[in-house]
């Protein structure tokens, strides 16, 4: 902040006051060119220079205009010899959006020491009023302010200031304050007799402002953090967390990034529980230890616009440490969601590698999963899998297309069969179009699969062939509705009735190795038929443009079976008998701010409904939004969602979320409270309320949170 005032003024002085004045009158612009991008403008009432004391002057509405800048003053005067310069008077220098005003400068070019009197500097970014009685210029990056305030409000008398005695600063440094308070409406609440922080333009290494925090459970809490910045694309942050009753814990986050597509960051936290703590806080303790830890790694790297590889590795200490410890891990989340969070049933590390060419695609991967609800030895892991695919293309000469799926996977767990296996997938289609009225495209598939160096069951049989034949009919009926001189100037309704049959050979996979039910390659022989309408508008924009969007889609379908599926995940609906479940799905996009999702399953055979899920979203300008999601799953399970942000006045919030289940007749996360927004500071009260789960009893956490603009986050009670 003062090295952006200094580097205004010796701008204007450099290369505005230094140029010879040979030009004088009254109110008489005078321009030099310096560059083929520098041009200078001054104005004055009158313009003269002393020979005899080798003086220049410009006096009276003195105006010079350099680029997007302007400096004001009542006069300005510079000495040759000397090199003082002086600009007297209602001084006032403005840069794109911001504005310094003083009552006197005096600086000297080759020294570059001076001072600024009375001064008043405001800069945009982060809406920052500085005021001194005096800034002085120590030498070359080197200042001091005295009797200087801050603050971020607008006001004459400002909601918050902060106003120091003498303050020290060493651009690219650290600056020191002495005698520094924090005032609310010019009211002192604390005081600093001296404080040190750090004041490079460029990212800098030092002390971050510590949290401080009171849980019921946790007791009394202060997390502090210490940034480094280690080099122009490298840095890392280290974590000191102390609970009064869960004891000390600590962490580590590096993040490099090479190019704008290729970064990586990896996070560790890690703490021992106190003893007391840990035998007291939860019940059943599940595999819980007294140590604790997370890490993980997030990262990217784009070889070439085909070519890239990304990865995510994570290690757990136990699987109920997302329950426990959500506040440590969301440092390294990219992305957060409590509810989510918390719920989470399986945790996936993986690392993948893809080349991409015109018609065809690899990818290399390997997947782990960690099971989070219980201690799964069967749980299934792929290390690694290859996959290589063609897109559908025509053979040259003919009237068919061509299409390939392939894979390679090795399997492995610490219970149950794993091995290797491999699956050769090419497929034969022919579309047909009957004067676009009709289409008609048959398709066949051998799939070839092989499994090799099992762990058990070595008399398997390891070979099979599968045949796949499938064949869609399919029409599109649709008319265009016009309505000109309105916001939809068109819409179009189409009628898109379907017929698809798909048949899968069996050939007793009873022999063949059973990695898990996703992975069985499953007979099949149904007859599916649906019957879709779209609705698709013409939308005019304020601005004159035509956007195409879909106002709404509703699509019904049903299966039925020739034969019974062996697994009931592998076909949609299924419920025991010959007809599925009738289907529905619906979309509808009401307004800007509006939206609908949902699904529905009717069995026939019961008369009743055996799922169903939507969801809801309205949103408007104002900045009012509720969601809303609801699920229900026969004998399984049935629970809501909703979040919900209402505007009550200008500047008062106030937000809810909730997760029930009702199958169970429990709330399960309840988080509520308000925000308050002043131009210059934010205050936010919450309530987080968690149901008794996975050993730990029903806490409820209360907090209230301050932010200062400009500063952030002054402190934090829970």
Known sequence: MMRKCFVYLLCFITYVIVFPLTSLGKNAPYKVKFTSEENVSIKADTMYYDQANNVYFAEGNVIIIRGNATLKADKVNYNTVTQDAKAIGTVSLTEGEDILNCERLDINLDTRIGTISQARLFIKDNNYHITGQTFQKLGENRYRVLNGTVTTCNQEVPDWKITGGEIDVTVEGFASIKNSTFRIKNIPILYFPYFLYPVKIARQSGLLIPDFNYSTSDGFEMDNAFFWAISRNTDATFYLDYSSEKGTGGGLEFRYVLNERSKGKFYNYFIEERRNYFEDEYDP???????????????????????????????????????????????????????????????????????????????????????LVKSDDTTLQRVPKISFTGARQMITGTPLFFKIDSSYDHFQRNEGVDGYRADFFPKLSLPLNFNNYLKFTPEVGVRGVAGFGLSKNSDYDKTKGLLDANAELSTTILKVYHFPGTRISKLKHSIEPSVFFQHITDNNQDEFPFFEPMDRFYKRSALTYALTNRFTAKILQPDGNVIERELGYFKISQNYYYTHPEWTWASEGYNGNDFSDLMGELRITFTDYAFFKGHLYYNPYQNSLSFYDFFMLVEDKRGDSLRFDYRYAKNELEGYRIESRFKITRSLFGFYESHRSEYNNKTLDSYYGFEYFAQCWSIKFSVDDKAKQDGRDRETEYSVLFNLAGLGKLGEVK
């Open 285 to 371: 303790k599940y595999d819980r230890e007294r140590k604790r830890m997370f890490s993980t790694y997030e990262g990217e790297h784009y070889f070439n616009d085909t070519s890239y590889t990304k990865a995510r590795i994570d290690l757990l200490s136990d699987r109920k440490i997302y329950k426990d410890y959500g506040k440590e891990i969301r440092r390294s989340q990219s992305k957060w969601d409590r509810v989510s969070l918390r719920s989470r049933e399986k945790d996936k590390s993986f690392i993948f590698y893809t080349k991409n060419w015109s018609q065809y695609s690899l990818v290399a991967e390997t997947n782990y999963y960690k099971d």
